[in-house]
């Protein structure tokens, strides 16, 4: 494990075609303390056979000195019993904003979708961790806290991503600070908006481009001095996002040496 104040996870998403023994050896000499495995379908462990899967998985990673820190998957019973079993603390999720019922009310939805879960969040010692994202979702910080505000933070955490708050326009400094006593969990990515059509056009159109951590809108500098400053200690996913998906080998190990070293005391 990380002799840094934080353990650095990596989400293993753009991996899914390599055998779980190839995972763990590519994870363990990149440099990561632990993995965010992304337990959903066509992935090396799909929600069916959570139960009795996830455990040995997590076994098998924790053999290999590495921790399954969260799963990106569903908020379903069984899900937290699998999670409970193989010791994994937080289950994350991206709250989904529908344009038929409109942003109040899909916040709504999502409210009482976590007020329903808090239960299976205490019996099974098992946190929901919740993400912004943007497009059809909760996009920013403030918007985070909005939603959880008022739930019990033992069971609903929010996981702060740095790509989708800068994307959003906000400050590191200010994004974090607004979901704090929520915080969970910070994800390390970036990205910046790339227009695709020429100003002859008639309307512009923009899209985002995900690339490396010293690359995009996010300072993840800022993000590491704010954290260090409010003495944070918990764990900190590189997301492995990229739009140049070919690439991803290199740049997340690239991005992983960045990272730690904005740690170093």
């Known amino acids: 494990m990380s002799q840094l104040p934080v353990q650095f996870s990596v989400f293993t998403k753009p991996w899914r075609t390599i ?24 992935y090396q462990l799909e929600p069916v056979d959570a139960e009795k899967g996830l455990p040995k998985l997590a076994s098998y990673f924790a053999d290999h000195g590495l921790k399954i820190f969260s799963v990106a998957s569903q908020m379903e019973e069984r899900i937290f019993s699998a999670c409970a079993e193989a010791g994994i603390s937080t289950i994350r999720v991206m709250p989904d904003i529908s344009h038929e019922e409109g942003y109040h009310q899909s916040v709504e939805r999502l409210r009482m979708n976590l007020e329903k879960v808090i239960p299976l969040c205490e019996k099974y010692g098992v946190k929901v ?12 910080s403030t918007g ?14 929010a996981v702060w991503d740095c790509a989708h708050d800068a994307l959003a326009g906000q400050q590191p400094e200010f994004g974090l600070d607004i979901v704090w006593s929520y915080l969970c969990m910070v994800n390390l990515k970036n990205a910046f908006y790339t227009r695709t ?13 995900f690339t490396s951590g010293r690359q995009g809108m996010a300072s993840w500098e800022r993000v590491a001095e704010y954290l260090k400053k409010r003495k944070y200690e918990g764990v900190i996913c ?23 070293s904005l740690f170093q005391n």
């Not at 290199?250 to 992983?256: T, V």
């Open 238 to 260: 590189l997301t492995a996002e990229y739009t140049a998906e070919a690439e991803a080998d290199r740049l997340i190990r690239e991005d992983i040496r960045y990272a730690k």
């Open 144 to 157: 985070l806290l909005q939603l959880m505000k008022g739930l019990n933070s033992a069971y609903v955490g």
């Open 197 to 209: 059509n020429g100003p002859e056009a008639e309307q512009a159109q923009w899209n985002r481009h």
């Open 19 to 42: 055998s779980v023994q190839q995972l763990v050896k590519f994870v363990k000499e990149s440099g990561f303390d632990g993995v965010e495995f992304p337990l959903r379908e066509g």
């Open 129 to 140: 961790g919740i993400q912004q994202h943007y497009g059809d979702f909760i996009t920013d």
